[in-house]
Every structure is written in C-alpha cells, then in structure tokens.
Nanobody, 120 residues
Framework: QLRPVESGGGRAQPGESLTLTCAAP????????FTWFHQAPGKEREGVAC????????NYSDSVRGRFIITKDKTRNTVNLRMNGLQPTDTGVYFC?????????????WGKGTPVTVSS
C-alpha cells in the first residue's frame, strides 16, 4: 500500500519560498495522480495543487495559482511543491495525497503532513 511521506516544511517569512517533497517508497509516482492539500489552523483541508498520473497536467486553487508549482521528479521519484511568495495565510499543515485514477477523483492514500509557518 502506498504511504506518501512529506518533508520540507518549516518556517518562512512573508515573500520567501519553500519546497515541499512527497516521497512514495516502493511505488512509482508516475502511477498515481497526486494532490497537495493545505489545512490552515481551525479550517478544513483544501486541495491546492494536483498533478496528473503522467505529469502532463496540473491544476491549482485560486489561492495559490501563480505562486505554487507542482512537479514530478522521475529521478528522485518524488512529487514536489514549490511555494513562492509565501503569505501568512499559507500557514498550516500540508498533506500529500494520491489517487489511483486522477486529479478529480477520490483520494486513495494520504500522507501524515508537514507543517509550514509563515510569519515575520
């Protein structure tokens, strides 16, 4: 069973950048669609970026479009979320999740999350 493992979270100041990484031990990331979810303190989890199974298509929420970039790394077998222009509202826990079918379909596997704090 796929168990996504997130890393790269931490603290940043407004305007700075962070890159989150999602590893898929013993699985090929090009066999699944991956979504990064953001859960702000006291709020529900929200999907912010998704990449298709073959990596050719990406989708972003309005809150991150133009600032965040989701990619798949074939060499490292990871899914990465480059977060630029961070804002305090980006604070929260980021979860990596995988679907067997595609971005618009149910999530089959969840990671445990990595925290991000954006503060001056």
């Amino acid at each position: 069973q796929l168990r996504p493992v997130e890393s790269g979270g931490g603290r940043a100041q407004p305007g700075e950048s962070l890159t989150l990484t999602c590893a898929a031990p013993e699985h090929n990331v090009f066999h699944y669609a991956f979504t990064w979810f953001h859960q702000a303190p006291g709020k529900e989890r929200e999907g912010v970026a998704c990449i298709s199974i073959n990596g050719a298509r990406t989708n972003y929420s309005d809150s991150v479009r133009g600032r965040f970039i989701i990619t798949k790394d074939k060499t490292r077998n990871t899914v990465n979320l480059r977060m630029n222009g961070l804002q305090p509202t980006d604070t929260g826990v980021y979860f990596c999740a995988a679907s067997n079918i595609g971005c618009a379909y149910k999530i089959d596997f969840w990671g445990k999350g990595t925290p991000v704090t954006v503060s001056s």
